[in-house]
C-alpha cells in the first residue's frame, strides 16, 4: 500500500505487500474478449495475470504459506495490476515520470540495506515478489512518491447524530437549524453512534477520505458551518460541518514520519491509503470504470480489490482510522 512502500525503511519497500492500493469504485466499464480486467478501454490479458501468478508462487515459502488456495493470489495480483493501469495513468495526468536512473539507485540503496541482491531476491520472493518484478515494484513505489506532493484532499471537522430513518433525520435537522446550541444535546440523548454520542457528536478533525463514500462526498460538497442530511449504509446522519481546510498526501507522509509508535503509524498508513485510494478512483472514473471478469471475481468498491464473486457483500471490511472503528461514520474505504 500508499504508507507501506513511501514511509518505511527501503528493505520494507521491497519486500512488503505487492498489492499497491487501489481505488473503490463500482465496476462500468465493459470487460473486452480474452482481458482479466479493464480499466477504461486498457486491457489487462489473462496471459499477463496467468503469467504473474505462476512467479508469485515459484517462491516455495510463499507458496505454502497460501495453501491451495491459487484463486486468492489470483485475486491479488489482479488488484495489483488494476492499481499499476491506474497509477500508470495518474502519472500521466500529473505529467509526471520515473527514470531507469532513479529506479537504479533505489535498487541498489534497497539492495545495500538488505546485505546482497541474492538476500533482497530472496525475502523479496517470499513475500510474493518475484526476483523478475522486483524493478517494476520499485517504479510503481516511486511513481507513488512523486504523486504524494501533486494529491491534495479535504481536511474536516466534522459532527453527526445518527439515527435510522430519514424522517426522524429531518425532524432533527430542522431543531438544530432553528438552534445550533441543541445539537450536542440531541447527539447525546438520540445518535445511535455509540462513539460520537458522548462528545456531542463530533468526529474530530480528519482527512475526508476517511469516512464512507456518501459521507465524505456529502461534507466535501457541503458549505462550512451548514448543517445537512445525508444517509449511507449504516442510517441516516445530520451532520454539521465545522471547518474544512486542505492537506497534501505528502504532508500526511511527513507527519506519519512522525509517529512515536506502532500504533500511530498504522494508523497514518490507514489515512494515507484511504486519501490515495480516492485519488484513483477519480483517476478511474475519468478513465471509464474498472471492470473485472467474472471467472476472477468482482471489483468491490468499499474493499478496493477484487474479491471472490460468492459471498463479496458478506466480506467485512477494515473500518478506517478517522472515527473509531466501530463508528458508524468510519470509512472501509473510500471511493
Same mark, same amino acid.
Given at each position: 500500500?500508499?504508507?507501506?512502500?513511501?514511509?518505511?525503511?527501503?528493505?520494507?519497500?521491497?519486500?512488503?505487500?505487492?498489492?499497491?492500493?487501489?481505488?473503490?469504485?463500482?465496476?462500468?466499464?465493459?470487460?473486452?474478449?480474452?482481458?482479466?480486467?479493464?480499466?477504461?478501454?486498457?486491457?489487462?490479458?489473462?496471459?499477463?495475470?496467468?503469467?504473474?501468478?505462476?512467479?508469485?508462487?515459484?517462491?516455495?515459502?510463499?507458496?505454502?504459506?497460501?495453501?491451495?488456495?491459487?484463486?486468492?493470489?489470483?485475486?491479488?495480483?489482479?488488484?495489483?495490476?488494476?492499481?499499476?493501469?491506474?497509477?500508470?495513468l495518474a502519472a500521466v495526468q500529473e505529467r509526471i515520470s520515473v527514470s531507469e536512473g532513479e529506479i537504479g539507485n533505489e535498487l541498489a540503496a534497497v539492495e545495500k540495506q538488505e546485505g546482497s541482491k541474492e538476500k533482497l531476491e530472496t525475502d523479496a520472493a517470499q513475500n510474493?515478489?518475484?526476483?523478475?518484478?522486483?524493478?517494476?515494484?520499485?517504479?510503481?513505489?516511486?511513481?507513488?512518491?512523486?504523486?504524494?506532493?501533486?494529491?491534495?484532499?479535504?481536511?474536516?471537522?466534522?459532527?453527526?447524530?445518527?439515527?435510522?430513518?430519514?424522517?426522524?433525520?429531518?425532524?432533527?435537522?430542522?431543531?438544530?437549524?432553528?438552534?445550533?446550541?441543541?445539537?450536542?444535546?440531541?447527539?447525546?440523548?438520540?445518535?445511535?453512534?455509540?462513539?460520537?454520542?458522548?462528545?456531542?457528536?463530533?468526529?474530530?478533525? =480528519?482527512? &475526508? +477520505?476517511? @469516512?464512507?463514500?456518501?459521507? !465524505?462526498?456529502?461534507?466535501?460538497? %457541503?458549505?462550512?458551518? #451548514?448543517?445537512?442530511?445525508?444517509?449511507?449504509?449504516?442510517?441516516?446522519?445530520?451532520?454539521?460541518?465545522?471547518?474544512?481546510?486542505?492537506?497534501?498526501?505528502?504532508?500526511?507522509?511527513?507527519?506519519?514520519?512522525?509517529?512515536?509508535?506502532?500504533?500511530?503509524?498504522?494508523?497514518?498508513?490507514? =489515512?494515507? &491509503? +484511504?486519501? @490515495?485510494?480516492?485519488?484513483? !478512483?477519480?483517476?478511474?472514473?475519468? %478513465?471509464?470504470?474498472? #471492470?473485472?471478469?467474472?471467472?476472477?471475481?468482482?471489483?468491490?468498491?468499499?474493499?478496493?480489490?477484487?474479491?471472490?464473486?460468492?459471498?463479496?457483500?458478506?466480506?467485512?471490511?477494515?473500518?478506517?482510522?478517522?472515527?473509531?472503528?466501530?463508528?458508524?461514520?468510519?470509512?472501509?474505504?473510500?471511493?
Amino acid at each position: 500500500m500508499l504508507g507501506a512502500t513511501r514511509r518505511t525503511s527501503r528493505l520494507a519497500a521491497a519486500v512488503g505487500a505487492a498489492t499497491v492500493t487501489a481505488l473503490g469504485l463500482s465496476a462500468c466499464a465493459p470487460v473486452h474478449a480474452g482481458a482479466a480486467a479493464t480499466v477504461g478501454n486498457d486491457r489487462i490479458t489473462v496471459g499477463q495475470l496467468k503469467a504473474l501468478v505462476q512467479r508469485t508462487l515459484a517462491d516455495k515459502t510463499f507458496a505454502a504459506n497460501q495453501g491451495s488456495d491459487v484463486s486468492a493470489v489470483q485475486r491479488q495480483e489482479l488488484t495489483s495490476l488494476v492499481s499499476h493501469k491506474l497509477l500508470s495513468l495518474a502519472a500521466v495526468q500529473e505529467r509526471i515520470s520515473v527514470s531507469e536512473g532513479e529506479i537504479g539507485n533505489e535498487l541498489a540503496a534497497v539492495e545495500k540495506q538488505e546485505g546482497s541482491k541474492e538476500k533482497l531476491e530472496t525475502d523479496a520472493a517470499q513475500n510474493g515478489i518475484a526476483p523478475t518484478d522486483i524493478h517494476d515494484y520499485l517504479y510503481y513505489v516511486l511513481l507513488e512518491q512523486k504523486l504524494a506532493p501533486k494529491i491534495t484532499t479535504p481536511v474536516v471537522h466534522t459532527a453527526h447524530i445518527l439515527v435510522k430513518d430519514k424522517a426522524t433525520a429531518e425532524k432533527i435537522l430542522g431543531q438544530v437549524q432553528s438552534d445550533p446550541s441543541q445539537f450536542a444535546a440531541i447527539a447525546k440523548a438520540q445518535s445511535i453512534d455509540t462513539q460520537s454520542a458522548p462528545n456531542g457528536g463530533d468526529l474530530g478533525t =480528519v482527512p &475526508s +477520505a476517511q @469516512f464512507v463514500t456518501q459521507f !465524505a462526498d456529502a461534507v466535501d460538497a %457541503a458549505k462550512v458551518g #451548514s448543517y445537512f442530511v445525508v444517509q449511507s449504509q449504516f442510517g441516516w446522519h445530520v451532520v454539521h460541518l465545522i471547518s474544512r481546510t486542505t492537506t497534501t498526501l505528502q504532508d500526511l507522509d511527513a507527519q506519519a514520519q512522525q509517529a512515536t509508535d506502532q500504533t500511530s503509524q498504522q494508523q497514518a498508513q490507514q =489515512v494515507e &491509503s +484511504a486519501v @490515495f485510494t480516492r485519488y484513483l !478512483a477519480k483517476v478511474a472514473k475519468k %478513465a471509464g470504470g474498472v #471492470s473485472v471478469n467474472p471467472r476472477y471475481g468482482t471489483w468491490n468498491a468499499e474493499q478496493a480489490s477484487v474479491v471472490a464473486s460468492t459471498g463479496s457483500l458478506a466480506s467485512p471490511a477494515p473500518a478506517g482510522p478517522g472515527a473509531p472503528a466501530s463508528s458508524p461514520a468510519s470509512a472501509a474505504s473510500s471511493g
